[in-house]
């Protein structure tokens, strides 16, 4: 087995079906997924990773598919004490019954976050995702958990728009920008001063390097180290299976050095953020 080197503070469990995306035929691109949790044990005995927050599988159109996950990654965090999970969440107004029979779930041993995404529909300003959106971020703040919300460039997940939520919420709900606002656009928006400016607002704003392109980890890293702020904020996270853990893992400590940063962003920040 590898050496223990790393927690991960978001990677996904659940085969989701086939689905034709982009006009192609069916396809399960995600070639890694898991269904059970000992297939997820033996990833994370192989890979090394210490700890993992693991959310529900998502991307198909179907919400049902992924709300249905929520009782498999309960059953991951009550198995094994290295595992944390959050559940699945919605902003549709479609699945507000579901949204609400998965938040009855957020007082389950283990559960610290609640993950969320615009990808299948919605919107941060849309009226008739307001409710569920106070429900979530209600809840959140009841129950101490972490918000996850995807980001990627443009549509309804730019972070021009994930960024009202932290704006909006971020004074007493944490709040995790997934992916590091996922391309060039967020990542320059994010790292000049947006994401520095919310930390000195005291906005609760934390997020991970999985997907960033190959300058924004070493751009975050030395602006950390100008400004003196934000070495508390950044995860490490393999967004498995959809992302690559050994290459984040390469990508995020050859960035982060082998010291002090290091330790904070690839195992240390998990551990404050979700319970050691």
């Keep these: 087995m590898t050496e223990k080197l790393t927690n991960d503070a978001h990677r996904h469990l659940g085969i989701m079906p086939a689905f034709p995306f982009y006009g192609g035929p069916p396809a399960n691109p995600d070639i890694l997924a898991r269904a059970t949790v ?7 005995d192989r890979e090394g990773a210490e700890r993992a927050l693991v959310l529900p599988n998502y991307g198909v159109p179907d919400a049902s598919v992924s709300f249905g996950f929520n009782p498999l990654v309960i059953e991951a965090a009550a198995k094994d004490d290295r595992i944390r999970c959050g559940l699945w969440v919605s902003p549709r107004p479609q699945d507000a019954e579901l949204t609400t029979a998965a938040l009855a779930l957020a007082g389950e041993p283990g559960v610290v976050a609640l993950k969320t995404s615009f990808l299948l529909g919605g919107a941060v300003e849309d009226p008739e995702c307001a409710p569920q959106l106070e429900q979530i971020f209600s809840t959140a703040r009841e129950r101490g958990l972490v918000v996850h919300v995807h980001t990627s460039p443009g549509a309804a997940s730019d972070i021009d728009q994930i960024g009202k939520l932290v704006d ?13 606002g996922g391309g060039m656009s967020g990542h320059i928006k994010l790292i000049n001063e ?9 906005k609760q704003v934390y997020t991970d390097t999985s997907w960033a392109i190959g300058f924004a980890p070493r751009w975050l890293v030395r602006e950390i180290e100008r400004r003196g702020i934000g070495q508390d904020r950044v995860l490490f996270a393999s967004d498995e299976p959809w992302g690559d853990y050994v290459g984040e893992v390469a990508r995020l400590r050859e960035a982060a050095g ?7 962003v690839l195992r240390d920040n998990f551990n404050t953020l979700y319970g050691s």
């Design 168 to 180: 909006r919420y971020g004074d007493d709900v944490k709040i995790h920008l997934v992916h590091f």
């Design 258 to 264: 082998d010291g002090e940063l290091a330790d904070l």
């Design 194 to 202: 947006r994401f520095f400016n919310w930390i000195e607002a005291g």
């Design 38 to 44: 000992a297939e997820l044990i033996e990833d994370l």
